[in-house]
């Protein structure tokens, strides 16, 4: 393996949407340094923070039609019965939620849970409060896409949180998405819930630790049909 290899299998790649902010607290750290020296070793401390909090990493998505996947890195903080938002076009009727809570030292980048067609993305501006509290998903700002195959729908709801001010989505209506592939983001912190079909069956619990892209949140039917590959993305 060469000492370029070597390299960049070290080092996290940046995704495109943080490069603007990184260079923004890295010209900040060398106009403010160089007029107060203790600061710019602060401001080196901080850039460095943004550079990771925007890492994209690389990962490892099971391939099968019956597992749901997480959408983000982060922690269940809630699992249960809710009303999909009605700008989805779900339904009134309950569907069981799963609610991953991003803090601002998880990975950002938002991945799909399930691959199918992108039959809905919407957006809805409202509050910034604590994303972990039972009101955020009502009344917070978010963007939700319903991605749908076969008979399959499930949705997936970004939502601002209490520092989170801006969220980014990467598709639209129309498109095709495979499991575990990126389509947007949420900067600092934050947090996605996932709607699935009633005959899902929920694998994690609340307190779990989750990785978006690996972790299994859902079965939809008892039994896995055929082997479970694997997708590097």
């Known amino acids: 393996m060469s000492l370029t290899d070597t390299i960049t ?32 070793w602060i401001g080196l401390i901080l850039t460095a923070w943004v550079a990771y909090f925007f890492r994209d990493p690389q990962r490892v998505t099971p391939i099968d039609d019956d597992l749901v996947i997480s959408p983000a890195d982060g922690t269940v ?23 991953i809570f991003m803090n601002v030292f998880n990975c950002h980048v938002n991945r799909a849970p399930y691959g199918g067609r992108i039959t809905r993305v919407a ?26 195959s076969g ?44 709607y699935l079909p009633e005959e899902a069956s929920v694998k994690v619990a609340v307190g779990q630790t989750m990785i978006g892209g690996e972790t299994v949140v859902a079965e939809l039917t008892g039994e896995t049909r055929g082997s479970v590959l694997t997708r590097v993305s």
Request: with cysteine.
């Open 123 to 148: 957006y809805r501006a409202g509050s910034f409060l604590n994303a972990e509290s039972d009101k955020a998903s009502e009344e917070n700002e978010r963007n939700g896409l319903v991605i749908e």
């Open 9 to 40: 299998k070290t080092f996290v790649p940046i995704h495109r949407e943080g490069w603007p902010f990184v260079a923004a607290a890295g010209a900040a750290t060398l106009i403010i340094g160089w007029f107060v020296t203790p600061l710019f």
């Open 77 to 99: 903080c809630q699992v249960g019965q809710a009303v999909p938002p009605p700008e989805l076009d779900l339904g009134s009727a309950p569907m069981m939620r799963v609610c």
């Open 151 to 194: 008979e399959t729908r499930i949705g997936v709801v970004q939502i601002a949180g209490l520092v989170a001010r801006r969220i980014v989505c990467f598709v639209r209506e129309g498109e095709n998405i495979g499991a575990g592939e990126r389509f947007g983001l949420i900067r600092f912190g934050s947090r996605l819930d996932v």
